[in-house]
């Protein structure tokens, strides 16, 4: 089979974009990598271990090289808009990380670039390509439902990941910051159904008596166009060394002829160990007891990685190399996931449903 060769630059040198470096490196298709980072010497450690040809500290630098034909970016999220934009500038398809914006009209912005400069651009919502996401995404397609009436999604977490979120980006919601991967999978498991109002209450206490404003507990109801309900819950509020090394979620979806439920809590695999566990995002962070396999991108096993984050990053490499097609979140999709979430939080902040769209 014919394959493009792939120049692949990694903008950000931290924990997500090592691992879709590494990933890179590894793939049949990429002929040239180069990594950057705010911090060069991040970025020369991560070329150092990938043999990436060029490393800097200037993002846009690395977005220029002529060798580079497609970008990821994985930096913190609220430097996401101008590598994204320089990328697309050049004509260079995209993967960012999630979300695409913190506002719809940056958003707009965003997507309005992309459609002027037809590059294509992708937001990483690792959700997708779990494997029991994709079976029910084949059983959707399939009919099997019938017609979806209702559905829910909850994820758990422990506070310790809620605290190593917030540091990073305390304006951020950690709550509903881990929610969206699940607003996005029940948007894609429905697609052609979109929102059209949501109701959104929480509970806060122990991480606010951290000193983040942020809840405990959101609960939402997203009301669809022809009249199903999907329940939404997030809780990253759990003690701090909870066995799960990530999200511990179920999902279930109500059809007229079927139903699906899905226990993605991880406890079919506990072990318990004298040596300790460490966490697959928190450095210096270990448990005796683990979930193996709960870990949110995937896991380490024999020197390879492997989960929805290698799954999802070679997708998209098949997807530029070989023009296989690829279920990763558009930009029009990240951004109606953004419009749910921006939803959910002004019902929160006024105790009242929000109805959909809301305006740029």
């Not at 990938?50 to 060798?67: C, K, M, W, Y």
Request: hydrophobic fraction near 45%; aromatic fraction near 6%.
């Amino acid at each position: 089979m014919q394959r493009k060769e792939l120049g692949i630059a990694v903008i950000g040198s931290g924990r997500i974009g090592t691992l879709r470096a590494t990933l890179a490196a590894a793939h049949p298709a990429v002929h040239f990598l180069a990594v950057s980072d705010r911090d060069p010497e991040c970025a020369r450690k991560l070329a150092e271990k990938t043999g990436a040809q060029f490393h800097s500290g200037d993002n846009l630098e690395v977005i220029s090289r002529p060798e580079v034909n497609a970008v990821v970016v994985s930096t913190i999220e609220v430097e996401h808009t101008l590598p994204v934009m320089q990328a697309l500038a050049l004509g260079k398809p995209v993967l960012v990380e999630k979300p695409i914006a913190f506002n719809l009209a940056e958003a707009g912005r965003i997507i309005a670039a992309a459609a002027k400069s037809g590059a294509d651009l992708r937001v990483g919502y690792s959700r997708r390509f779990k494997k029991r996401y994709l079976l029910a995404k084949e059983q959707i397609v399939n009919g099997r439902l019938g017609r979806i009436t209702s559905g829910a999604a909850r994820v758990f977490n422990s506070r310790s990941q809620a605290m190593q979120t917030l540091k990073r980006l305390p304006a951020d919601a950690s709550s509903v910051s881990g929610l969206v991967y699940y607003i996005d999978l029940m948007n894609w498991l429905l697609a052609g159904n979109p929102a059209v109002e949501v109701f959104a209450r929480g509970q806060s206490g122990v991480i606010k008596s951290s000193g983040y404003n942020t809840n405990d507990v959101t609960w939402a109801i997203v009301t669809l166009s022809d009249g199903a309900v999907v329940n939404f819950g997030v809780c990253y509020a759990l003690p701090q060394h909870y066995p799960s090394l990530g999200h511990a979620a179920r999902v279930e979806l109500l059809g007229t002829d079927g139903v699906i439920i899905i226990d993605d809590d991880h406890t079919d695999q506990l072990m318990y160990s004298d040596h300790k566990t460490p966490h697959v995002y928190i450095p210096d962070h270990n448990v005796n007891m683990v979930f193996l396999g709960s870990g949110t991108p995937g896991d380490w096993a024999l020197g390879e990685f492997h989960g929805p984050v290698a799954t999802e990053t070679r997708a998209w490499l098949d997807h530029l190399s070989m023009g296989r097609a690829c279920v990763l979140a558009t930009a029009e999709d990240a951004r109606r996931t953004l419009e749910i979430t921006l939803a959910i939080e002004r019902s929160l902040e006024t105790g009242a449903p929000v109805t959909l769209p809301l305006e740029a």
